[in-house]
């Protein structure tokens, strides 16, 4: 298996508007798969294992789509700046088996489509809240 990483942009809003947007933590918490559990499910044109990673205190969002012969993982990483700002970083890394299968497939291309897609998303919710 090989891994490609692609960097999305950076945008920077309060920390609350951006969890109010992302969804309640504590539900995604609890209604997620363990690697374990997610590495034995059979792949699927929409398998998501999603988790919230509390190890960081609750910085990272991250989520993953597994098809046939690929993995793409979304991070949304939130970084303080100050008490009012957070960044956000959001990034993707995409497993696949072959670079001709991946170049092949344009599922790179596609996965980086949906992550844009996400972030426009995100950054709708977050205005919406502040007007």
Do not use: C
């Amino acid at each position: 298996m090989t891994a490609h990483a692609v960097r999305a942009e950076r945008f920077s809003y309060p920390p609350e508007l951006i969890w109010r947007a992302l969804g309640a933590a504590e539900q995604q918490k609890s209604q997620a798969l363990t690697e374990e559990e997610f590495e034995k499910m059979e792949p699927g044109a929409a398998t998501v294992f999603s988790r919230i990673t509390a190890a960081e205190e609750n910085r990272l969002y991250a989520f993953r789509v597994k098809t046939m012969g690929y993995y793409a993982d979304w991070r949304i990483e939130l970084e303080p700046i100050t008490d009012a700002e957070t960044r956000v970083t959001m990034s993707e890394t995409v497993t696949y088996r072959s670079a001709a299968l991946y170049v092949l497939s344009g599922f790179g291309l596609m996965i980086r489509r949906e992550l844009a897609a996400f972030g426009a998303a995100l950054r709708r919710k977050i205005e919406a809240q502040r007007a």
